[in-house]
């Protein structure tokens, strides 16, 4: 039986291990440096592995990942994790639409008051219902087919943003929140460069990451994964003592509990401030540290939710205004080669017309040969083509399933280009140098 001096420390330290885990992967403000969490966290492991009656589910060393699953057990939906309609109208219009239907649906005429609603983000991961019984995190599930979906809780305990304790003295009986795993650009990259180094696989995108990490059967593999995670709704709830009236009170209270909420999102009153917002957005869409495919407007009261109801499925009070898509899929038909001022040769992937980030592209950057032969990018290929903004298109990745068979040669800059196509002269590659150059200065 452990001393109570040890269950005081055991105590102490959880609970400042979890305050450091919400300070660095919540807010992303660490307090302290990575050698002293990682003492306090050893320390905590020891302290458990000599005190085994200790052990609680939602101590912070249970997120470092158990044995890997043979397979993923069903889990079904207490309440139906129900997909949203998207409005394909990209421009203010699509707000507009929506407005003009919630109002006609609740019955309400021109003079009358303006229907509130609240705005937030649509990020792009993977949705997850993470349940909470008595403020204890006791099940992950994934959306599935809205019905039935798959149990990812050994996955999900990997995510350091997720408390595995909610932080209330009265904690509802059974508390379901519905958010998305997603992984930061910034963390996207960084795991891909340590990949790199390795000499091991890489990820595509963020989406991809983050979904393929949630479905991994070792969660150790899932642990090694930078993911984040935002809520944006509720499931099954029971006993929660003084609800919130409103989507968006509930997610401050939410906050309260130390889940993590976007802070990019707004109330306001009729189209005009969806439309604000919708454009506010789309404005800084790739200066936002994550990805995002669009927006979601809500009813805001439980109370007029619960009068428009649903349409085959989907909720009347709410819908998802999306952006042009910044990834799109095309076939690379050839592999040009340009010329820069500075003598620089660049491959340019000569692609089938797609069109992505609002305009039609047919030509994307492959930087240089390191670049070719990292992506393995080959003439015939379905790719992934990717323009953010005003940045130049570039190819993201092959889609190795898809590509013909017998397989493409694999493109050599030198072998295609021993001499400049501008000038004649030859084309070297300097030791340690990613590109290729002409040498007639």
């Not at 590659?429 to 200065?441: I, P, Q, Y």
């Amino acid at each position: 039986m452990a001393s109570p001096d040890v269950m005081a420390r055991v105590t102490a330290l959880r609970q400042e291990i979890e305050r450091h885990n919400t300070a660095y992967y919540v807010l992303d403000q660490p307090l302290i440096p990575d050698a002293e969490y990682d003492r306090l966290f050893r320390e905590l492991q020891a302290l458990e592995a000599d005190n085994p009656e200790l052990y609680t589910p939602d101590s912070p060393t249970q997120r470092v990942g158990g044995k890997p699953l043979d397979g993923f057990a069903s889990v079904r939906h207490a309440v139906p994790m129900l997909s949203i309609h998207t409005e394909t109208d990209t421009e203010a219009s699509g707000a507009q639409a929506f407005d003009t239907q919630v109002r006609k649906e609740l019955g309400l005429r021109e003079p009358d008051p303006l229907v509130e609603y609240a705005a937030e983000l649509k990020f792009d991961g993977l949705a997850i219902n993470l349940r909470y019984e008595y403020g204890l995190f006791v099940q992950a599930a994934t959306r599935g087919d809205g019905e039935t979906g798959e149990d990812v809780t050994q996955n999900i305990r990997t995510v350091h943003a997720i408390p595995l304790r909610l932080i209330t003295e009265l904690p509802p009986a059974v508390l379901e929140v519905r958010g998305e795993v997603y992984m930061r650009r910034d963390d996207f990259e960084r795991y891909n460069e340590r990949q790199r180094e390795a000499g091991k696989p890489t990820l595509v995108n963020p989406r991809n990451g983050a979904a393929g990490s949630i479905r991994q059967l070792d969660p150790k593999l899932a642990a090694q994964r930078p993911l984040s995670f935002f809520v944006y709704g509720l499931g099954e709830v029971v006993g929660w003592k003084d609800m919130p009236a409103t989507h968006s009170e509930t997610l401050l209270a939410l906050e309260r509990m130390g889940v993590p909420v976007c802070g990019e999102r707004t109330i306001g009153l009729g189209a005009e401030a969806l439309i604000q917002f919708h454009d506010d957005i789309a404005a800084r869409r790739d200066q936002l540290p994550f990805d995002i495919d669009g927006v979601v407007y809500k009813v805001n009261r439980y109370d007029l939710q619960r009068e428009l109801g649903f349409r085959t499925r989907e909720p009347r009070w709410a819908v998802a205004h999306k952006y042009p898509a910044q990834e799109a899929l095309t076939t690379v038909l050839g592999i040009d080669v340009q010329v820069g001022r500075t003598g620089k040769l660049t491959p340019v992937a000569r692609l089938a017309p797609v069109f992505v980030g609002g305009v039609t592209v047919s030509n994307a950057t492959l930087h240089n040969q390191d670049e070719i032969d990292r992506k393995d990018v080959r003439v015939g290929d379905t790719v992934i083509v990717r323009r953010a903004g005003d940045v130049i298109p570039e190819v993201v990745a092959s889609v190795l399933e898809r590509r013909p068979q017998p397989a493409p040669p694999r493109f050599d800059i030198l072998q295609t280009c021993p001499v400049c196509p501008e000038c004649g002269s030859h084309v070297v590659r300097l030791e340690g140098e990613a590109a290729a150059r002409c040498t007639g200065g």
